[in-house]
């Protein structure tokens, strides 16, 4: 066990506080929108705090680290992509700025007004599939960290996975999206202030100077060229681009800016809590970068192993709990505990509320706001469930990052196309939407389910790779977006929103 | 140094500075936020105990 007392106690304190926060906050629960939303009422301060916590889960600060373990410095261009991803959704509003306007709650209820009842239904299955195999990793990583941080054996694995599950559940189920934004808020300041100090102590136990040398030695010049590296290259680069305009806006975090007091805070939002997702890539990268270094040295300890295999996603737990000093290794499991409990509860509250506001309600419009908040609430116990089974059943191809990026694209290059077509684009009609949703919402079930098995023979294998994948996607989805619009006008001609409804007239 | 290697320290470097300057002005500004989005709700929740529909 690498934990003593103090250490115990700074995790214990930060639990019985964060929960807290979620009962004393009930009351103030009166409506759907007040339980989801947080009444709309969130200032750009607190959306940043929340926004930001939200999007620095546990589960990023695992996937970050075992790529910058598998990619050295080569993996930071993924964080200045997300930099300048996030600048350019902020500086023009993106996407954001129309859906804030129409003041839908989510983004599928855009497509029930400029398209059909059952294209936003199709938008939000797509999303809510995404959304759920995305999350599906959450549970099994967060435990995986606790695991070697606080030394348990083993073989504690899938009962840290069910105490993780219950403790996020227990208090979202409870307090909606204004816990949520409470507990962000302290869960912000203790996650970054730990992510800032993690960082310092990484880089010093090992030096920066051995860093670099092992890099080189272990990868070449592929270590820090990203175009020639092995595990990424031109292709992967190439595919990261593609999602540039749609940085940012994963649902979870388009919660957040629908949550804004109006579509300038919204951008404001974005342009301003992008400017710390270069650390948000680049620090935990780094952190494995110094995992790999502390691994390759004489006086390590072994690195954990998985069916017979270097366990490249423990290296980074690992190696903190053998660096940190005691106190600042509390400290850490709570920011970890922080970042998995923000993320984790943003993300089951945001796929619960597609399914009911998206999928439940065009066909029973008639439920009361009391029906909805227990429907809610029920659905987010059951994604809980699901993504303790995933996280069992399913291991991913590559790195864990890889199938983040490819889970995205399936949302990215359908939803979020399709909506930027639907807000921008005056003929985009129903036609047109649904089968750009259908393929794009398709075509990267090949590498999740695929990528990694045999049935495929060898010489087409290249064909389910993520990044082939990945690109062909987005082209695709647009591909399909423009020419069934254009061939089907007269018989479906595109919807016009009044300007009270939206921006397309 | 490469090329490669001196821009991924700079750009380091800029990282920790921009995370920290975003979480300071977060947390200085984020703390007025919840005191008017709690008084907002809990006018909302008032709101609605006097007119229940």
């Known amino acids: 066990?690498?934990?003593?007392?103090?250490?115990?106690?700074?995790?214990?304190?930060?639990?019985?506080?964060?929960?807290?926060?979620?009962?004393?906050?009930?009351?103030?629960?009166?409506?759907?929108?007040?339980?989801?939303?947080?009444?709309?009422?969130?200032?750009?301060?607190?959306?940043?705090?929340?926004?930001?916590?939200?999007?620095?889960?546990?589960?990023?600060?695992?996937?970050?680290?075992?790529?910058?373990?598998?990619?050295?410095?080569?993996?930071?261009?993924?964080?200045?992509?997300?930099?300048?991803?996030?600048?350019?959704?902020?500086?023009?509003?993106?996407?954001?700025?129309?859906?804030?306007?129409?003041?839908?709650?989510?983004?599928?209820?855009?497509?029930?007004?400029?398209?059909?009842?059952?294209?936003?239904?199709?938008?939000?299955?797509?999303?809510?599939?995404?959304?759920?195999?995305?999350?599906?990793?959450?549970?099994?990583?967060?435990?995986?960290?606790?695991?070697?941080?606080?030394?348990?054996?083993?073989?504690?694995?899938?009962?840290?996975?069910?105490?993780?599950?219950?403790?996020?559940?227990?208090?979202?189920?409870?307090?909606?999206?204004?816990?949520?934004?409470?507990?962000?808020?302290?869960?912000?300041?203790?996650?970054f202030t730990s992510v800032v100090f993690t960082t310092y102590f990484a880089i010093t136990h090992v030096g920066y100077d051995t860093v670099i040398d092992t890099v080189q030695r272990e990868y070449g010049a592929g270590g820090f060229d990203p175009f020639i590296s092995d595990d990424l290259g031109w292709l992967f680069i190439i595919w990261l681009i593609f999602g540039i305009p749609f940085a940012g806006m994963w649902p979870p975090a388009l919660s957040r800016a629908l949550s804004t007091v109006d579509s300038d805070t919204s951008k404001k939002l974005y342009s301003f809590v992008g400017l710390s997702f270069l650390g948000r890539a680049l620090m935990p990268m780094m952190w494995g970068i110094c995992a790999l270094t502390y691994f390759a040295g004489v006086d390590a300890i072994p690195l954990p192993m998985q069916d017979g295999a270097p366990d490249t996603a423990a290296a980074m737990p690992a190696y903190l709990s053998q660096i940190l000093p005691a106190g600042v290794r509390g400290l850490m499991v709570a920011a970890a505990l922080a970042a998995m409990m923000s993320t984790f509860d943003s993300y089951l509250l945001c796929w619960s509320s597609i399914l009911v506001n998206d999928i439940v309600l065009p066909l029973r419009p008639e439920m009361t706001d009391r029906e909805k908040i227990r429907l809610t609430r029920l659905a987010v116990v059951a994604c809980g469930i699901f993504v303790l089974s995933w996280g069992y059943l399913y291991k991913p191809p590559e790195t864990f990052f890889r199938f983040m990026a490819i889970t995205g694209t399936m949302y990215s290059a359908s939803v979020?196309?399709?909506?930027?077509?639907?807000?921008?684009?005056?003929?985009?009609?129903?036609?047109?939407?649904?089968?750009?949703?259908?393929?794009?919402?398709?075509?990267?079930?090949?590498?999740?389910?695929?990528?990694?098995?045999?049935?495929?023979?060898?010489?087409?294998?290249?064909?389910?790779?993520?990044?082939?994948?990945?690109?062909?996607?987005?082209?695709?989805?647009?591909?399909?977006?423009?020419v069934a619009s254009l061939l089907t006008q007269k018989s479906h001609p595109p919807k016009v929103l009044a300007p009270r409804e939206g921006v397309t007239t | 140094m490469s090329g490669w290697q001196t821009l991924w320290t700079c750009a380091l470097g800029v990282s920790v500075v921009l995370f920290f300057v975003v979480e300071v002005v977060v947390v200085v500004g984020g703390a007025g936020d919840i005191k008017d989005m709690l008084a907002s709700l809990r006018e909302h929740a008032s709101e609605d105990a006097k007119n229940p529909s």
């Open chain 1, 1 to 191: 066990m690498n934990f003593i007392w103090i250490d115990w106690v700074t995790v214990i304190t930060f639990l019985v506080l964060t929960t807290g926060v979620a009962l004393a906050t009930r009351r103030l629960i009166s409506d759907y929108d007040s339980f989801l939303l947080a009444g709309r009422t969130l200032k750009l301060y607190l959306a940043m705090a929340t926004m930001g916590a939200t999007e620095l889960g546990l589960v990023t600060l695992m996937y970050f680290s075992q790529q910058g373990y598998k990619s050295g410095f080569a993996a930071f261009s993924i964080g200045v992509i997300a930099l300048i991803g996030f600048m350019f959704v902020g500086r023009t509003g993106f996407i954001i700025k129309g859906l804030r306007d129409l003041e839908v709650r989510t983004i599928a209820e855009f497509f029930g007004r400029r398209y059909n009842r059952s294209t936003q239904v199709i938008a939000a299955i797509i999303t809510f599939a995404a959304g759920l195999m995305n999350m599906g990793l959450f549970l099994v990583l967060g435990a995986k960290f606790l695991l070697y941080m606080v030394g348990f054996p083993p073989d504690m694995l899938p009962y840290l996975m069910v105490g993780l599950l219950l403790l996020v559940l227990g208090y979202t189920v409870v307090g909606g999206m204004v816990s949520v934004v409470l507990t962000d808020y302290a869960q912000f300041v203790i996650l």
């Open chain 1, 416 to 482: 979020l196309l399709t909506t930027a077509a639907g807000l921008y684009w005056k003929k985009a009609n129903t036609v047109g939407t649904l089968t750009s949703l259908v393929v794009a919402g398709t075509l990267p079930l090949t590498t999740i389910f695929l990528g990694d098995s045999d049935i495929l023979p060898l010489e087409y294998r290249w064909m389910v790779e993520d990044k082939v994948v990945g690109i062909a996607t987005f082209i695709s989805s647009l591909v399909c977006m423009v």
